[in-house]
Nanobody, 123 residues
Framework: QVQLVESGGGLVQAGDSLRLSCAAS??????MGWFRQAPGKEREFVGK????????YYAESAKGRFTISRDNAQNTVYLQMNNLKPEDTAVYYC??????????????????WGQGTQVTVSS
């Protein structure tokens, strides 16, 4: 049984940093991604990482502040978020897929999703 378990969310102030983790179990994947959904908005792509080569791909809104990394031994990916802003407030989800294209910002190619973790940034 495949499970994705996210952790690391919380309430922080603007300018703070936060690191989210997503531990996958049950199988390995070719890529894992991070998405977020703010109240009343569509789910938004944040970034993704190839689990084999480690290459990353980010949304424009994430470039320069967010970094995705992986630990293949632990089958875990991380989302390091720096200089957080109130507009980063959302539920953050990790996702995993077996055949996710390299430069892909959609969510249809992902096979599994985590339960989400709340990130709230106060001003």
């Amino acid at each position: 049984q495949v499970q994705l378990v996210e952790s690391g969310g919380g309430l922080v102030q603007a300018g703070d940093s936060l690191r989210l983790s997503c531990a996958a179990s049950g199988r390995t994947f070719n890529a894992m991604g991070w998405f977020r959904q703010a109240p009343g908005k569509e789910r938004e792509f944040v970034g993704k990482i190839s689990m084999s080569g480690g290459s990353t791909y980010y949304a424009e809104s994430a470039k320069g502040r967010f970094t995705i990394s992986r630990d293949n031994a632990q089958n875990t990916v991380y989302l390091q978020m720096n200089n957080l802003k109130p507009e980063d407030t959302a539920v953050y989800y990790c996702a995993a897929g077996r055949t996710v294209p390299a430069y892909y910002s959609g969510y249809g190619a992902y096979d599994y999703w985590g339960q989400g973790t709340q990130v709230t940034v106060s001003s």
